[in-house]
């Protein structure tokens, strides 16, 4: 969205670029706030904005890339539970009440709020909605920003 020039570098996850980011080699980085919380406010890390629409509660304070002058930048993260093809519905409906169950428990929420993190709890169809609409947003980007896979 901003045309900027950022050259990717391929790290296995936040454990491996962590310490990079820390020590300076790095010079940005788009981690997923759960993971560096912590960091930011022991001031061992600066963060800049969120990428999600919306503030979070844990650090309200903190602009979205659209209120930092890039109007509809969304790259929210998400956390789901998944089964594999062919699960019965029972299972699925069971497994999605027992979810809920637990994501509504206020020591769960308090934990998760503490790392950032909103509690949704869509149902198995509004998951599957909002899957279904990354895979399209993000194959729009990739083609517009000329992403390749590369050896």
Do not use: C
């Not at 912590?38 to 963060?47: D, M, V």
């Amino acid at each position: 969205m901003a045309r900027v020039d950022i050259q990717h570098v391929p790290y296995r996850g936040n454990p491996s670029l962590l310490p990079d980011l820390l020590a300076g080699r790095l010079t940005m980085a788009f981690p997923n706030i759960a993971v560096v919380l912590p960091l930011i406010r022991e001031g061992k890390l600066r963060a800049l904005a969120v990428t999600s629409p919306k503030r979070t509660a844990e650090m309200p304070e903190l602009p979205t890339m659209a209120e930092s002058g890039y109007p509809g930048f969304d790259a929210s993260a998400w956390f789901g539970l998944m089964a594999p093809a062919g699960t019965s519905a029972q299972i699925i409906d069971q497994l999605y009440r027992e979810t809920v169950r637990i994501l509504t428990l206020e020591d769960t929420r308090r934990r998760l709020a503490d790392l950032g993190m909103t509690v949704v709890a869509n149902t198995p169809a509004e998951f599957s909605s909002v899957i279904k609409s990354d895979i399209s947003r993000w194959a729009k980007v990739i083609k517009e920003a000329g992403i390749r896979l590369s050896e």
